[in-house]
Every structure is written in C-alpha cells, then in structure tokens.
C-alpha cells in the first residue's frame, strides 16, 4: 500500500509531466533543487507548504496539491529516535512553543543541508538519512500560515558556529530572515557582547499543548528531559521571559542575521581569492623549477678585440 507521501508525490508527477516539465523546470520555478522535487516525487521527503502552492500554481492543478497537502499527515511517514519520539509528539499537539537555543540553530529552522551537515558528522549516510527526514518533517506544522506560535531565541553562537561551510551558512541565515517573516514566529538574536542578558545555562523548550498543560523540555548528550511541575515551569518561563524582553527586537535580530549571512558571503569570496592567488602562486613555483631544471647552453665567448700598441 502506497503511503500518503507517496501518493502526493505521484500526484505531483503526474501534473508535472502534464505541462511537459522536467523536474529542473519545474524546480527552476518554485525556485529549489532538482533533487528536492525528485525526493517529494518520490515520497522520501516532506515537502513544505509553500513548495505545494508554488506547485499548484504553476502547474495549474487547481487547489488540488494545497488540498492533498492539508489533508495529508505527514509524521507517521517517518521514524524518530526513542527519546525523542516523546517530543515530537508533543509538537504535534503543541499551540505554543518558546525555545532558547544555543550552539547550532534549532531543528525545525533548519534547512535541509544544515541538517545534514549535522548529522553527517558521526553517523553513516544511511542513518543520516533518516533523521534528515524525521527531522525535516516535524517543520510542516510550524511552517504554514495557521502554524502554531513559535517564539526563538538563538544565542548569537548559533549564526557563529559553521556548519557544512559558508555556503550552508549563508542559505541558513537567508532562510532564518525568510521563516522570521511568517505572522506566527518571532525570532531574536542574544549577542555575544551583551553580558548583561540573563541566559540559560542550556537550550531549552517550553511547550504549551492544546489542553492546556505545559512542560519544560531539555537535552543532555543523549536523552531528553521532560517536566511539567508547574513550579519548575514557572522558574523557566520567567527566565525566557525575560531574556525575550532584554535582547535585542526582531528588527534589530534581522540585521544581525544579515550581518552574519554577508560575512559568510565575504567569506566565501575571500575564499575564491585565495584560491585564485594560490593557483597563481603554484604557477611561478612550477615555472621557476622547470627554469632550474633545464640545461643550460653554454654561449660561445666572443673573442675581446686587441688593443693597438701606442705609436
């Protein structure tokens, strides 16, 4: 039996080559990788909201992906590991949900080359893969006009630290300024020379369900921990809270965002020089030892004219 991923992939393809599109073309209009309609095509990847209007739009499918794609539930498609599987369920029935993080940026503002950059650091391809998935799928809910509200506060750690290189860190920072946008999450930034900002000791989530109970959630190396005392919910709230009010607008957040993005960007210019120059460089080295290593010709010594003796 085909999964509901599979079926809007199918979907997806069938309207595709209706309009006599290759998946580049296509892509070339959403605008996305080739690859990224390939995965949704193939029911190995969640796609987002905005990726299945583009697609209706431009395929001329008549509401029929946007549909689909709200009726679709996306999470039994894919597999989370155990201690967090508790938490992903959490999201799932979450109507509110701040976090402060720290050191990389949170899992569901993460692009999809950030997060496998991430995961590829210790763990085979085929592992990666999946996680890449379960993780990437969690973002939907929070991703659509109607999401839940997602208030963040990233410790400027998190724009400093590189992961997979200045070409992933740019197109996360561009995709931080784009999701920042959506009337449902409100991004801040905690800098690094602001020492009087009261910060957490840790990335933590404070999580607010449709039923009205609420938990703190953090993580150690390699579990997650979860209570709903209201006493500890109280302490962390006013901690978040406060730390929301003294950092920085999310105005001012943006431009550091996009401060971040333009070094990276400088980065990966500088980088290009460097190689430039360094090429250039190898080029002398090469020509000096061919000129070392050539025989030299030895010239014939012109005979030295006779001087005439003095009369």
């Given at each position: 039996?085909?999964?509901?991923?599979?079926?809007?992939?199918?979907?997806?393809?069938?309207?595709?080559?209706?309009?006599?599109?290759?998946?580049?073309?296509?892509?070339?209009?959403?605008?996305?990788?080739?690859?990224?309609?390939?995965?949704?095509e193939?029911?190995?990847?969640?796609?987002?909201?905005?990726?299945?209007?583009?697609?209706?739009?431009?395929?001329?499918?008549?509401?029929?992906l946007v549909?689909?794609?709200?009726?679709?539930?996306?999470?039994?498609?894919?597999?989370?590991?155990?201690?967090?599987?508790?938490?992903?369920?959490?999201?799932?029935?979450?109507?509110?949900?701040?976090?402060?993080?720290?050191?990389?940026?949170?899992?569901?503002?993460?692009?999809?080359?950030?997060?496998?950059?991430?995961?590829?650091?210790?763990?085979?391809?085929?592992?990666?893969?999946?996680?890449?998935?379960?993780?990437?799928?969690?973002?939907?809910r929070?991703?659509?006009?109607?999401?839940?509200?997602?208030?963040?506060?990233?410790?400027?750690?998190?724009?400093?630290?590189?992961?997979?290189?200045?070409?992933?860190?740019?197109?996360?920072?561009?995709?931080?300024?784009?999701?920042?946008?959506?009337?449902?999450?409100h991004?801040?930034?905690?800098?690094?020379?602001?020492p009087?900002?009261?910060?957490?000791?840790?990335?933590?989530?404070?999580?607010?369900?449709?039923?009205?109970?609420?938990?703190?959630?953090?993580e150690?190396?390699?579990?997650?921990?979860?209570?709903?005392?209201?006493?500890?919910?109280?302490?962390?709230?006013?901690?978040?809270?406060?730390?929301r009010?003294?950092?920085?607008?999310?105005?001012?957040?943006?431009?550091?965002?996009?401060?971040?993005?333009?070094?990276?960007?400088?980065?990966g210019?500088?980088?290009?020089g460097?190689?430039?120059?360094?090429?250039?460089?190898?080029?002398?080295?090469?020509?000096?030892?061919?000129?070392?290593?050539?025989?030299?010709?030895?010239?014939?010594?012109?005979?030295?004219?006779?001087?005439?003796?003095?009369?």
């Open positions: 039996m085909s999964s509901h991923a599979e079926i809007f992939g199918e979907l997806l393809r069938h309207f595709r080559e209706s309009a006599c599109l290759t998946q580049e073309a296509l892509a070339r209009q959403i605008p996305c990788d080739r690859s990224y309609v390939a995965r949704v193939a029911g190995t990847r969640v796609p987002q909201d905005t990726f299945a209007k583009k697609c209706d739009e431009v395929l001329g499918a008549g509401g029929v549909r689909l794609w709200g009726k679709v539930d996306w999470y039994p498609q894919v597999e989370h590991p155990d201690w967090f599987r508790r938490r992903a369920e959490m999201e799932r029935e979450a109507v509110a949900l701040r976090e402060y993080q720290i050191h990389v940026v949170p899992g569901l503002l993460q692009t999809e080359a950030y997060a496998r950059a991430l995961f590829s650091r210790a763990r085979p391809a085929h592992e990666a893969e999946e996680l890449l998935r379960a993780r990437l799928s969690r973002q939907a929070f991703l659509t006009d109607d999401g839940p509200f997602y208030a963040v506060v990233l410790d400027e750690s998190c724009l400093r630290n590189v992961v997979g290189g200045p070409a992933v860190m740019r197109e996360q920072c561009t995709h931080l300024l784009r999701v920042a946008e959506r009337p449902n999450i991004l801040q930034v905690a800098p690094a020379n602001h009087g900002l009261l910060r957490p000791n840790t990335s933590m989530s404070l999580i607010r369900l449709s039923d009205g109970h609420e938990w703190v959630y953090s150690s190396l390699d579990r997650g921990h979860f209570s709903d005392d209201p006493a500890v919910f109280a302490r962390h709230s006013q901690t978040y809270d406060v730390l009010a003294d950092a920085p607008s999310a105005l001012r957040s943006a431009a550091l965002i996009s401060d971040a993005r333009e070094g990276y960007e400088h980065h210019q500088a980088s290009a460097r190689g430039d120059m360094d090429q250039e460089q190898l080029q002398r080295r090469q020509r000096r030892q061919l000129r070392r290593s050539g025989s030299r010709v030895r010239r014939p010594r012109r005979p030295r004219p006779r001087q005439q003796d003095n009369p």
